[in-house]
């Protein structure tokens, strides 16, 4: 994913900042671990969210350790330690990266294709060891193809409609998250989170894009029929009514911990991504 989903952090208390840069030197010790040292390089925000998302909803306490790392060698940095959670963000992330790097392979810029085929062949070995090590990997895997998939297919038929586009991403998400709990009334909440989890992601990656892509031609649905300031606020209206959706489907979630740092994201984090995104052209000197 790409780093959309972060905490506002000069709202954040400073245990909470310290509980959420644990969860997040988690991941990457996770992910080094498991799928080697350039692994972490992948590392991004929305996937940290993942994992104290699952964290949150989960009556299990994780544990906290202090550690060095490669980051931080002379003192030791409060991390999170190997979790079903922190297991499971990290397989996600082989996954995707597996797929984003094949979707890239067909892309016509020489360059992004040569960068794509110089990591594929490490992003296939950890997408077989993620196969492997994580439970739910091989059905996430399935539902990953199908989203790149049905992705590819939208933007072939030059999809002019936003919500369409977001579509393949919504529901990947949604299939991920609606397998963190076992009870009906939580996994159907935790399904419409991730559905809008997983389009808020789209958007906002959409909008960040927009200049670019009209730059270069590319496919993207906020072009698609509108243009210039027009275009704009139509990603940020979507990208509003997407945030306040989210919001209230995380105050329907029964979460045992981390609820302050999850509102601070959601309420706070999301909206100055939004804002970043849609108004950086604007405020560009003329």
Not at 35 to 44: C, E, H, K, N, W
Not at 141 to 146: I, K, L, T, V
Not at 200 to 205: A, E, K, R, V
């Amino acid at each position: 994913m790409f780093g959309y989903v972060k905490p506002y952090k000069p709202e954040l208390r400073v245990c909470e900042l310290e509980t959420y840069k644990a969860v997040y030197c988690g991941l990457c010790r996770e992910m080094g671990r498991a799928y080697g040292p350039l692994s972490r390089a992948t590392l991004s925000y929305d996937f940290a969210f993942l994992a104290l998302l699952e964290m949150a909803v989960s009556p299990q306490d994780p544990a906290f350790c202090p550690k060095r790392c490669a980051m931080h060698p002379l003192r030791r940095q409060a991390t999170c330690m190997s979790c079903p959670a922190l297991e499971r963000s990290a397989a996600a992330a082989m996954i995707l990266l597996y797929y984003k790097l094949r979707d890239d392979l067909a892309d016509r810029g020489f360059w992004k294709k040569l960068g794509a085929a110089l990591i594929y062949p490490v992003a296939a070995t950890a997408r077989k060891r993620a196969l492997r090590r994580s439970e739910n990997a091989p059905e996430l895997d399935r539902a990953a193809a199908e989203m790149m998939a049905s992705q590819a297919a939208l933007e072939k038929a030059g999809c002019a409609s936003a919500d369409m586009a977001a579509e393949p991403t919504a529901k990947f998400i949604e299939h991920a998250l609606s397998a963190l709990s076992t009870d009906d009334g939580q996994r159907t909440v935790l399904a419409r989170f991730g559905y809008l989890f997983g389009r808020y992601i789209y958007l906002c990656d959409a909008a960040d894009d927009m200049e670019d892509d009209k730059k270069k031609g590319n496919y993207n649905p906020f072009l698609l029929g509108q243009g210039g300031e027009d275009a704009l606020a139509w990603a940020k209206g979507s990208l509003l009514a997407t945030t306040a959706e989210l919001a209230a489907a995380l105050e329907l979630l029964r979460i045992y911990r981390y609820k302050p740092i999850l509102d601070n994201v959601v309420y706070l984090g999301l909206k100055s991504e939004a804002a970043r995104v849609t108004e950086k052209r604007s405020n560009k000197p003329e």
